[in-house]
């Protein structure tokens, strides 16, 4: 019984999940029956080295689920083997972000105990992305889906023809960067980077004027598509703004009359740091704009002004489209959160 259960270290699903789901899935394949008893926490936490509370968690949730039942002094048997699990999901991110467990939130809770999660990063690396897919099709059991964010830091010239061989284009759900070039057969929930800034920064535009210039913080290695760039050169010719691309807000000056919009967290830090040293005053003399919203900059310096996709609703329609077996191609709502810092 023990072998049934798969708990694999590189995957980001917690590991009492990984307990659960691997018990659904023998339970659906017929490897695990009606009235067959489970190992004992014990057994799991010895064989696997792992906690006690997360084996007892993982159980907890199949006993509320009414899988199990547990017999006192005797342990824990399956309670009922008819299931109606609808998929079987590979899921690889690029990162592991706040924005991104939002993403992985939404569509678990989603799915609920309908499907099974393989969760893998690839740190915005390609070679990692395309040794994770080779790996994942080398699995015991079939998956159903392939959900997929892709955005490297470098390479991926291919990434079109390498998915296209190695991924059932049915099986496909492309999140976030949208893939242009495969057919629209495939689902996709993506974001339009260079519209939605142009857009977001058109919104914001009444209080852009009282700046002189703008600021995107794009780092030279960077996994941030090209169309952000794109999308903030073009609101910049098209409104006369004079404008800036910083590669090191490290080794920048803060400059006055200028609005910063940055896109990772770290620069953030570095960026309120130096505008802090320059004594200049957010909101009056200098500006920010960041990208994704997070609870920190409601509160952050009164309030961080925020340009963000809707990345709830991108996990729940992911999710969607695997319960209902559907397709959709569609862009993900973006918005715009005005605070002091403009």
Known sequence: MLELIDIKEESKVP?????????????????????????????????????????????????????????????????????????????????????????????????????????????NNYRHFKELILYSKTRSYTYTHYVVISHFEEGGDDVLSFIKKEIPLEKLIVLDKRLDGLPNTVSSIYQDFEQDIYSALVKLNPKLRKYKQLKLLLRKKTYHPIEIKKGFIKFCGQFAYEFGIIEEIESSEIEKETVYINLKENDLV???????????????????????ETPLKEVLLDGITVISTDFENLGKKAAEIVLKNQTIYTENPFYVITRNSL
Not at 75 to 81: F, H, L, P, T
Not at 270 to 292: A, E, F, M, R, W
Request: proline share 2%; no cysteine.
């Open 270 to 292: 570095i960026l309120i740091k130096k505008i802090k040293q320059s004594k200049y005053v957010l909101g009056k003399d200098v500006g920010i704009i960041s990208y994704n």
């Open 15 to 123: 590991k009492y999940k990984q307990i659960v789901d691997s018990i659904l899935a023998a339970i659906e394949n017929g490897k695990i029956k009606l009235d067959d008893r489970l190992p004992s926490v014990n057994e799991l936490l010895i064989e696997f080295d792992i906690s006690r509370d997360t084996v007892v968690r993982a159980y907890d949730h199949l006993k509320k689920n009414k899988i199990i039942e547990s017999v006192p002094g005797k342990g824990y048997y399956v309670k009922r083997d008819q299931l109606a699990l609808k998929a079987k999901v590979f899921l690889l991110f690029n990162k592991l972000s706040p924005h991104k467990k939002i993403i992985y939130d939404a569509f678990a809770k989603t799915l609920g105990d309908n499907a099974t999660i393989d969760f893998f990063i690839y740190e």
